[in-house]
C-alpha cells in the first residue's frame, strides 16, 4: 500500500507495507544512503534521521508512523557542492575515519543544536551517546559538532535543515 | 567496468625495437643518477637488485602510473581505502613526485582487473609498501619526461624540470606530460634507484591534507559497498546454523517462496539464503527461513569459566621467538605474572556486504574486502572457476580493523548470484551474524618472568605466550564459511606455526630494551575452538600489555620512575625521542596525584621494525562502581616520513580510543550453546560518555627517512598505560582484559 511521506523537502508517496521501517523506504524507495543499517535493534545511533526536528532511530520506526511528519536525513543538510554547517564543520574537523556512523552523528547532533546553538560540550557528549563509533574518531566529531554550532550561531540562517 | 588493455601488452622486444626514444630515456636517466648525490632507493647489487616496497613484485611503471596523450593522469594502487585516508596519502605522494595537484591524478584502488597485485591492505604497510613504490614509479616517471623533453629540445636534461604536468626549459618554453608521453616510454621496469625530491623542496607531502572522501561521506554521496544500486538488483541474506559445524538436516522452504517478493531460496549443501526483490522483503523472509530449517548440532563449546586458563593445557607446539645470553640463570623473579586478552571482535558498524553478478560466465564482485586479489582466488576455487572469470572490485564498507566479515560476505554474494544469473546481488549480514560469524581476535595468555640486577637493570627476561594463528585469511577456499557449507565442503587449512620479523601471534612479543638474557616462547595452538583471524595489531595487543605492565612492576621494584626506567633499557635513539615527547608532552611527574587518579605510561615500537608509539595518560577510577575514566592521554608517535601529518594523528587518536575500549569493556562471551555475545548491548564498546577529555597526538619530523606506517602502533602501547596508570590510581595491578567495571571493583576491595 501507498504511504506518503515528506523528506528533506518533498512529499512523495511510497508503495511499502506500512510496517516497514523507516531505514529500508529510505535508503531501498527513494535511494538515499545518508541512514546506514547497523544494527536494526536501535542500538548503534548509524540510522539516526531527524522527524519534526527530533534525532529518531530510523531501523526501528515503522513508515506508518511517520504521515504528515517532517523526515531530515543528511541529504538534507546539503550537498557535495554546497555543504551545510554541520557538513562544513566536519570537513573541516577531519572527523571521519572509515565514515560510515557519521552521517547519523550529524543528524543526532543536528537536533541538538536546532533546539539549543549553544550547546556546550557536556552536552554535545550527553546527547551523542546512544550513538557508536568504532573507528575512534569521537574527538573529532565532538570538535566537529562545536564548530558548526560556532557557524550557526554566527548565521542564524545557515544551519536549518530542509 | 574500465579495462586497461594496453597493460602489458607491448613486450620487452617490441618497446625496445620500437623506440629509439627509450634508449635516450634510460640514457639520460643514468646520466642524472652520475650527477646526483642524493640518489635514494636500495642499493644495486648484481644481478637483480630489489626494487623498492611493492615494485619488487610489479616492476612496471604504467602498471602503477599512467599517462594519456591528453594527460590524463592514472595512479593504480592495489592497496584499498579502509577509512585509513590511505587515498588522500598516496595521492600526496603521488603528486609530489610527478609534480602535479593532487587533483590532476585519478586514483585507482583494488581491482583485480586494473590494478597491481598488493596482497592484502594491513599491517600498517600500505605506505611502506603501496606508498614506496608509486613514491619511486612517480620519481621515474618524471625523470622520463624530463629525458623525453630533453631529447625533443636536444639539451641537457639537467636545464630542464617538472612543474604542473609540464616540462620547463630556463628560457620558459614548455611541454606538456601528454605531449611527451608513449605508451613504449612508460612500459618499462622500474630501476633500483630513484631521484626523489628531498624533503625541502615538498610542496604536499608532509603536509596536512584534507581527505579526498570525506566530502561524499557527510553528504550521503553513495560510496560504500552498501549503497550499491545495479540495475536490476535484488536483495539477499543468509541464514546460517546455529553453531559452527552445524549441518542443514531439513528445510521446507514453501512458505518463503510464497512470501511477497521473494525471488529464490538458494540451498547448496548447508549454505542457505534468500533472495528478494526488496531489502525488507529480504530480512522478513530470512527470518521466515530460520524458522523452516532444520540443524544438526555443530561443534561443542568449551567451558567458558575455564576457557582462558586451558590455553595453557591444549596440544601445543613451541616456537622460539627470541634467545639471547643465559636465560634461566637468575636465581630469583623480581617479577612474575600472567597476562590475559579475551576473545575480541572487529565491531565495524556496518556489517558486512557484497554485491555480485554472474553475467556472461564472469562473476564480478564490488567487496569491502582488504585483499581482492586473494579472494578472488578463494571465491574462483570455491566456485570451481579459472581465476579469469572472477573479478572483484575493492568498494568502501565499514571501518574493518583486519579481517571481519567482509571476505566471507563477499563468497556469500558470489554463490547467492551464480542461482540468479544476469541479477546482481546485495547482501548485507545482520547485526548478529557479524557478532557471531566474524572471525575473533585470538584470545591469549601470556607470562612473564623477569629479574634485576644489583644495579636496578633488567638481567633476565623469559616470556612465554599462549595464542592460535593471527591469520586465517583467504587464499583457499577453505577459508570462506560459504565453501565451508557446500555439500563437497572445503576444509579450512591446518594453522602453521611461522616465527618471522614482523610476527603473528608473536608481534612484538621481544620487548625492544636492552636486557642481556632473554627467551620468548611462542606455545602455538593449531586448534582454534572459535574461528580467529587477523585483528588490529595481531598479538602485539597481548604481547606489548604484558610486556609494558610487566615494566611499570619492575621499575616500582627497581625505585625508579617508569619513564626513566624505561629510557634505562633503550639504546634506540628514535624510541628514547618518543618516550621523551610522550612524557614532555604529558607535564610527566612522580607529584602526587588526586585521590583515586593515576597516570601510566607505555612504549612500542610497532612490530620492532616499524612505527614508534609513546604515550602516557592519567585515569580516574570511580571507587564505588570500579569504573575507569581515562581523562587525558598525549601519545607520540614517530611514522618515519611523513606524508599527512592529519591522517596520522587521526588514525592513531581512533587507535589509543578503539583500543581503550577492547581495554576497558570488549569480550566475546559463550556458553556451551553457542556464542552469547550478540548485540551492542551484550558486547558493548566506548560510548562518548567514556571517551577522554583530550587525545594529544604528536607526530614526530623524521625528513628523509623510509615510511614506518601508522594504523596499529597504538593497540599494544593502550592497555598498558591504562593498566598501569589504573597501578598506580589503586595500587593493583590488573591483568585480565576487559577492565570492567565490576573488575576493578572486585580487585581494588571496595
Excluded at chain 1, 536501535?42 to 526501528?60: H, I, K
Excluded at chain 2, 619492575?554 to 634505562?568: C, G, K, S
Excluded at chain 2, 552469547?676 to 627517512?705: H, L, N, Q
Aim: proline share 7%; net charge neutral; charged share 20%.
Amino acid at each position: 500500500m501507498a504511504v506518503t511521506l515528506t523528506v528533506n523537502g518533498r512529499t512523495q508517496q511510497v508503495e511499502a507495507d506500512p510496517e516497514t521501517p523507516l531505514l529500508y523506504v529510505l535508503r531501498d524507495h527513494l535511494e538515499l544512503n545518508g541512514a546506514k543499517y547497523g544494527c536494526g535493534i536501535g542500538q548503534c545511533g548509524s540510522c539516526t534521521v531527524m522527524v519534526d526536528g527530533e534525532a529518531v532511530l530510523s531501523c526501528v520506526t515503522p513508515v506508518l508512523l511517520l504521515e504528515g511528519r517532517r523526515v531530515t536525513t543528511v541529504e538534507g543538510l546539503g550537498t557535495l557542492e554546497k555543504p551545510g554547517p554541520m557538513q562544513q564543520a566536519f570537513i573541516e574537523e577531519q572527523a571521519a575515519q572509515c565514515g560510515y556512523c557519521i552521517p547519523g552523528m550529524m543528524m543526532r547532533a543536528q537536533a541538538l543544536l536546532q533546539a539549543d546553538p549553544s550547546a556546550n560540550e557536556a552536552a554535545i557528549r550527553a546527547h551523542l551517546e546512544p550513538n557508536l563509533c568504532r573507528c575512534g574518531t569521537h574527538m573529532r566529531i565532538i570538535k566537529a559538532v562545536m564548530r558548526a554550532g560556532e557557524i550557526m550561531r554566527q548565521n542564524p540562517q545557515s544551519g536549518g535543515a530542509s | 567496468m574500465m579495462t586497461r588493455p594496453d597493460r602489458k601488452r607491448p613486450t620487452r622486444r617490441s618497446v625496445i625495437a620500437g623506440g629509439g626514444s627509450i634508449v635516450v630515456s634510460f640514457a639520460l636517466l643514468s646520466q642524472a643518477f652520475a650527477q646526483e648525490g642524493e640518489v635514494q632507493g636500495a642499493a644495486p647489487p648484481q644481478p637483480k637488485p630489489k626494487l623498492p616496497g611493492s615494485l619488487a613484485d610489479d616492476p612496471w611503471l604504467d602498471a602503477w602510473i599512467r599517462i594519456d596523450a591528453d594527460g590524463a593522469i592514472s595512479v593504480f594502487t592495489g592497496k584499498a581505502e579502509l577509512g585509513q585516508g590511505v587515498k588522500t596519502a598516496i595521492l600526496q605522494i603521488a603528486a609530489e613526485e610527478l609534480e602535479v595537484d593532487p587533483t590532476a591524478i585519478r586514483l585507482v584502488t583494488a581491482d583485480t582487473g586494473q590494478t597491481p597485485n598488493e596482497g592484502y591492505t594491513a599491517g600498517s604497510q600500505s605506505i611502506q609498501n603501496s606508498g614506496t613504490a608509486i613514491r619511486h614509479a612517480a620519481a621515474q616517471v618524471r625523470e622520463l619526461l624530463i629525458g623525453q623533453a630533453a631529447a625533443q629540445w636536444q639539451i641537457p636534461a639537467d636545464q630542464l624540470r617538472a612543474e604542473n604536468g609540464k616540462v620547463i626549459r630556463s628560457d620558459g618554453q614548455t611541454l606538456d606530460y601528454g605531449s611527451l608521453v608513449s605508451t613504449e616510454i612508460m612500459h618499462v621496469e622500474a630501476r633500483p634507484q630513484s631521484r626523489l625530491k628531498t624533503p625541502g623542496s615538498f610542496r604536499i607531502m608532509g603536509k596536512p591534507m584534507k581527505r579526498v572522501d570525506i566530502p561524499a561521506k557527510v553528504t550521503g554521496t553513495p560510496i560504500y559497498v552498501q549503497d550499491m544500486r545495479l540495475p536490476g538488483m535484488v536483495h539477499a541474506r543468509v541464514v546460517r546454523p546455529p553453531r559452527p559445524g552445524a549441518t542443514l538436516t531439513a528445510l521446507d522452504p514453501s512458505a518463503v517462496e510464497r512470501f511477497p517478493g521473494v525471488v529464490a531460496v538458494v540451498r547448496n549443501g548447508s549454505f542457505l539464503a534468500v533472495v528478494a526483490e526488496r531489502e525488507f522483503q529480504a530480512i522478513q523472509a530470512m527470518r521466515l527461513l530460520e524458522t523452516a530449517a532444520q540443524w544438526s548440532e555443530g561443534m561443542k563449546f568449551p567451558n567458558p569459566s575455564e576457557f582462558i586458563q586451558s590455553l595453557k593445557t591444549r596440544p601445543a607446539q613451541q616456537g622460539v621467538v627470541a634467545e639471547r645470553g643465559q636465560p634461566g640463570a637468575a636465581s630469583a623473579q623480581s617479577f612474575q605474572a600472567t597476562f590475559t586478552r579475551p576473545y575480541q571482535i572487529h565491531g565495524s558498524i556496518g556489517p558486512s556486504c557484497a554485491v555480485a553478478l554472474l553475467e556472461s560466465g564472469t562473476t564480478r564482485i564490488w567487496s569491502h574486502t582488504q585483499g581482492v586479489f586473494p579472494d578472488r582466488a578463494a571465491i574462483a576455487e570455491m566456485l570451481g572457476v579459472p581465476a579469469e572469470q572472477v573479478h572483484v572490485v575493492h568498494v568502501e564498507g565499514s571501518g574493518c580493523y583486519g579481517h571481519n566479515g567482509a571476505d566471507d560476505a563477499a563468497a556469500d554474494a558470489a554463490l547467492i548470484a551464480q542461482a540468479v544469473p544476469g541479477r546482481p546481488v546485495r547482501l548485507q549480514w545482520m547485526r548478529e551474524q557479524e557478532h557471531v560469524w566474524e572471525p575473533y581476535g585470538p584470545a591469549m595468555l601470556t607470562e612473564v618472568r623477569a629479574s634485576l640486577d644489583q644495579s636496578g637493570r633488567i638481567a633476565e627476561w623469559n616470556y612465554d605466550l599462549w595464542s592460535n594463528t593471527h591469520s586465517t585469511r583467504p587464499g583457499p577456499a577453505g577459508s570462506l564459511i560459504a565453501a565451508q557449507s557446500l555439500p563437497a565442503a572445503f576444509k579450512a587449512p591446518p594453522a602453521k606455526l611461522s616465527i618471522s620479523p614482523s610476527g603473528n601471534g608473536d608481534r612484538n612479543a621481544v620487548p625492544l630494551y636492552t636486557i642481556p638474557n632473554m627467551r620468548v616462547i611462542w606455545h602455538f595452538l593449531p586448534e582454534m575452538p572459535l574461528r580467529v583471524s587477523a585483528l588490529r595489531a595481531l598479538g602485539a595487543y597481548a604481547n606489548v600489555f604484558a610486556i609494558e605492565s610487566a615494566m611499570d612492576e619492575l621499575a616500582l621494584t627497581a625505585n625508579a620512575d617508569p619513564v626513566e626506567f624505561r629510557l634505562r633499557h633503550m639504546d634506540d635513539p628514535r624510541g628514547r625521542a618518543v618516550i621523551e615527547a610522550a612524557a614532555d608532552g604529558f607535564g610527566w611527574s612522580r607529584d602526587r596525584l588526586p585521590d583515586d587518579r593515576g597516570r601510566g605510561f607505555a612504549f612500542a615500537r610497532y612490530k620492532n621494525l616499524a612505527a614508534y608509539l609513546a604515550m602516557a595518560l592519567e585515569i580516574e577510577v570511580e571507587r564505588e562502581t570500579g569504573r575507569c575514566r581515562i581523562l587525558r592521554v598525549v601519545a607520540a608517535i614517530d611514522s618515519g616520513e611523513i606524508v599527512n601529518p592529519d591522517g596520522i594523528r587521526n588514525q592513531t587518536e581512533g587507535g589509543i580510543i578503539q583500543a581503550a575500549s577492547w581495554t576497558l569493556y570488549e569480550t566475546v562471551t559463550f556458553d556451551e550453546s553457542g556464542i552469547t555475545s550478540t548485540d551492542w548491548s551484550s558486547y558493548p564498546i566506548m560510548r562518548f560518555g567514556s571517551v577522554p577529555a583530550s587525545i594529544d597526538v604528536r607526530v614526530m619530523e623524521r625528513p628523509g627517512e623510509p615510511f614506518l606506517g601508522t594504523g596499529e602502533a597504538a593497540q599494544g602501547p593502550t592497555p598498558a598505560a591504562i593498566a598501569n596508570a589504573i597501578r598506580h590510581a589503586t595500587g593493583r595491578r590488573l591483568y585480565d582484559i576487559p577492565f570492567r567495571a565490576e573488575k576493578v571493583k572486585a580487585a581494588i576491595g571496595v
